[in-house]
Nanobody, 125 residues
Framework: QVQLVESGGGLVQVGDSLRLSCAAS????????MGWFRQAPGKEREFVAA????????WYRDSVKGRFTISRDNAKNTVYLQMNSLKPEDTAVYYC??????????????????WGQGTQVTVSS
């Protein structure tokens, strides 16, 4: 089992920045990568960004490219999501996810076995 604990959400103004953190514990050695997803009220959960543990390769949804940066600290088993130039449409609950032993497709919801509890990000105009 892998446990994920997120932190860093909050209420900010348009153009502000936030950094989300996700600390993983437990049997993390089999995980190939980590991802961030988000879900706004009345909408489906959508992929935001992902990173591979081994070589740090990254993937982003188009709408956050150039504004969001995903990074990792392997020693701490922690993944970060730096979010800059935030927009009202970024408002959502953000979830951290970890791949387990199954095949990993970074942008695919079903590739992830473990999920955090979610952290609210609200961008006010």
């Amino acid at each position: 089992q892998v446990q994920l604990v997120e932190s860093g959400g909050g209420l900010v103004q348009v153009g502000d920045s936030l950094r989300l953190s996700c600390a993983a514990s437990g049997r993390t050695f089999s995980s190939k990568g980590m991802g961030w997803f988000r879900q706004a009220p009345g909408k489906e959960r959508e992929f935001v960004a992902a990173i591979a543990w081994n070589d740090g390769s990254t993937w982003y949804r188009d709408s956050v490219k150039g504004r969001f940066t995903i990074s990792r600290d392997n020693a701490k088993n922690t993944v970060y999501l730096q979010m800059n130039s935030l927009k009202p449409e970024d408002t959502a609950v953000y979830y951290c996810a970890a791949n387990g032993r199954r095949a990993w497709f970074p942008g695919v919801f079903l590739s992830y076995d473990y999920w955090g509890q979610g952290t609210q990000v609200t961008v006010s105009s």
